[in-house]
């Protein structure tokens, strides 16, 4: 098998806090400000040379290894109470790493697609939430976008970050004002553990077991994906000639092209600003590396620069003289500008090295002339020219891998199995929200559930989820929808037991998929949480279809969860119970419904409609985006849709 037909992709050890040399080398979960789940065995892991001794002290702890053949090692602490800071100590063959702010308390899986990723900083109210987020005790580890065909052990991502101005705004949205709710009533450290992946279906998030698939299933799986990068890559050669497949720019993590002298003399020159599609490379997604220079004075280079590198699709890191100044930033078209220290700089020729990484699309330095500058004091010179420009890596297209089945569960979802965990938060369906996928998603969705819980062996733990928003244009009358269908699998996973729902069809977007109210969405499931996980006595649902009933024209419903009863909200949010009803259909016998008439009486709501005089089916919020649907309890939160027919 050629290189380039093993899309795989190969999974690199972190690094860690501690920075361990290759001798000793604990998993990257383990770092500075690490949360262990309380109440639990504590699982501690990572490799060494093969038959090394490896100790392990935690509190009173100590633990001791000797690594197999492979060079794995693994420890276990009894159960500890919540608490903190402690350090947890690895030593062995010279080596002494100390993983410091060690804390005790509950980890929670945040997972899902791209609702689940969104980060504070591009959410409602970002600025303000960034500003007052002060709590060192909730945590946050990103486990970045990685794929495999089998199940791999290694934890990519991190490292732990604290729920502070500085870091916060990279946390999950979602899982960020969850966990906020949470410890408003639950007094303990709390850990995220963020492994989401954007327009991600369900199916790569779980295993051929849980899909029902045998081998010859999985082969054929990656045999018509390989297919279809073949084909690709034949295209792509045949329009630009050879490509590279693996980034030679970038060796072992060292920026070999971005030093200060490197031979330009097979490089390619290209304009900027513009996407590298409009200069001859057509087609063409993954790695290229830019170069310019800039002169200064010694006076300039002491008194340090500002540099704009104009926009950058989709992402960028950036060196002067073989300095890195920034790490991977991942702006999609937003204008760099980047400060150059004056120990970075030097007196005459500044050579700046950029790594972009496209997606999709166009890619490359793109915007406007104005935006590539050098700046030293008030003086700006432009860097809008002819830029040196070579291929690093190219990807090929083939099936996004979030949505290639089993890829996200072997590297995203399996490393992470031996760490304890309290339970799982998940927001994603929108990329299953069609004719084909939303209704078998009830099968689905319970079956990844039962087989992570059995995968973790923590028990059945808490398994909370978002159903989708409202979304898209509103439907001027009743019609079908995938949405809704999906929804309706959503609720019906809720006869697995443990689990919990966070509707959310009045907060969503007509325009925008992604909902910046996220602080509505972690209340919500925070609700669940606190029922399900802490036993509390509350409200945490809103309403939820029981059972109806039909006479005299009428279908009378009952709903559970209704606390001190049922009102409407109007426009403008306020709630009462003189607020008329709306979002309710009626159906006859020949299964074409109308809008209905809705009111309130006591724990029910009674529907009716002068067009369908014999009623025999209900449905409610049925839509895609149902703007009529306007029924909560008296505690706010909004009823669930549902419909009672099957047709």
């Known amino acids: 098998m050629t290189r380039h037909t093993k899309f795989f992709l190969f999974l690199l050890v972190a690094t860690t806090a501690c920075s361990a040399p290759a001798e000793i080398r604990p998993s990257a979960l383990f770092s500075d400000g690490v949360v262990l789940q309380r109440d639990a065995e504590i699982h501690v892991w990572g490799t060494a040379r093969p038959g090394a001794r490896v100790e392990v ?126 410890r408003e009533h639950v007094d303990v450290p709390i850990g995220i553990l963020n492994t989401s992946w954007g327009g991600s279906r369900i199916e790569p998030w779980m295993t051929p077991e849980a899909l029902g698939y045998d081998q010859a299933q999985v082969q054929a799986v990656f045999d018509a994906e390989r297919e279809v990068v073949e084909e690709a890559l034949a295209a792509i050669r045949e329009r630009v000639g050879s490509v590279p497949l693996e980034d030679e720019g970038l060796v072992d993590g060292q920026a070999v092209w971005a030093e200060p002298d490197l031979d330009e003399s097979d490089w390619t020159s290209i304009a900027v600003p513009s996407p590298w599609e409009t200069q001859g490379f057509q087609g063409i997604d993954g790695v290229a590396w830019y170069r310019a220079s800039f002169d200064l004075t010694a006076d300039e280079a002491a008194s340090g620069a500002l540099l704009g590198l104009g926009q950058i699709d989709d992402s960028d890191r950036t060196w002067v003289n073989g300095s890195e100044i920034t790490g991977p930033v991942e702006a999609w078209n937003v204008p760099r500008e980047y400060p150059a220290e004056p120990s970075q700089l030097r007196e005459g020729r500044n050579v700046i090295s950029i790594r972009v990484e496209d997606t999709g699309g166009n890619g490359g330095i793109v915007g406007s002339p104005d935006q590539l500058f050098v700046q030293v004091g008030s003086e700006r010179r432009p860097l809008a020219d002819s830029w040196a420009f070579r291929l690093g890596e190219v990807r090929v297209p083939g099936t996004p891998k979030n949505r290639v089945p089993l890829v996200l569960y072997n590297a995203m979802i399996h490393p992470l199995l031996p760490f304890p965990i309290k339970g799982a938060i998940w927001y994603q369906g929108e990329s299953n929200a069609n004719a084909e996928s939303a209704f078998v998603y009830r099968d689905l969705f319970p079956s990844m559930i039962e087989d992570w819980r059995g995968r973790w062996g923590v028990g059945d733990f808490p398994f909370l989820w978002v ?89 009378t419903i009952e709903f559970d969860h209704t606390g001190q009863g049922l009102t409407g909200r109007a426009v403008d949010g306020t709630l009462g119970s003189g607020v008329p009803l709306g979002g309710f259909a009626v159906a006859g016998a020949d299964g074409t419904y109308r809008w209905a008439d809705a009111r309130i009486e006591g724990s029910t709501v009674v529907v009716s409609s002068p067009d369908v005089p014999s009623p025999v089916a209900v449905r409610y919020a049925w839509g895609n985006n149902p703007d009529r649907a306007n029924l909560y309890n008296v505690d706010g939160l909004p009823a669930s849709p549902f419909r009672t027919d099957s047709w």
């Open 57 to 182: 002290a935690l509190g009173d702890g100590e633990a001791v290894f000797t690594t197999d053949a492979d060079g794995h090692w693994s420890v276990s602490f009894p159960a500890m109470e919540a608490g903190g800071p402690h350090e947890l100590v690895i030593t062995g063959s010279g080596y002494e790493g100390r993983i410091r702010d060690v804390m005790i308390g509950d980890v929670w899986v945040a997972s899902g697609q791209s609702n689940m990723e969104w980060p504070v900083s591009a959410s409602a109210d970002a600025e303000a939430e960034i500003a007052s987020a002060n709590d060192r005790l909730i945590r946050h580890f990103k486990v970045p976008h990685v794929w495999a065909e089998s199940p791999v052990d290694t934890v990519v991502g991190g490292p732990w970050t604290y729920a502070v101005p500085e870091q916060v705004g990279s946390f999950s949205a979602v899982a960020y004002y969850f966990a906020h709710e949470l």
């Open 467 to 555: 159903q989708l928003a409202n979304y898209m244009a509103p439907d001027p009358q009743p019609v079908e929808s995938a949405w809704a269908m999906l929804r309706e699998s959503q609720s019906a996973t809720l006869s697995v037991e443990n689990t919990g729902q966070a509707v959310i069809i009045d907060i969503g977007e007509a325009d925008d998929i992604h909902p910046r109210n996220k602080q509505d969405v972690g209340l919500r499931l925070s609700l669940a949480a606190r029922h399900l996980a802490f036993g509390e006595d509350i409200l945490y649902s809103g309403p939820t279809y029981s059972s109806h009933s039909v006479a005299g024209g009428q279908i």
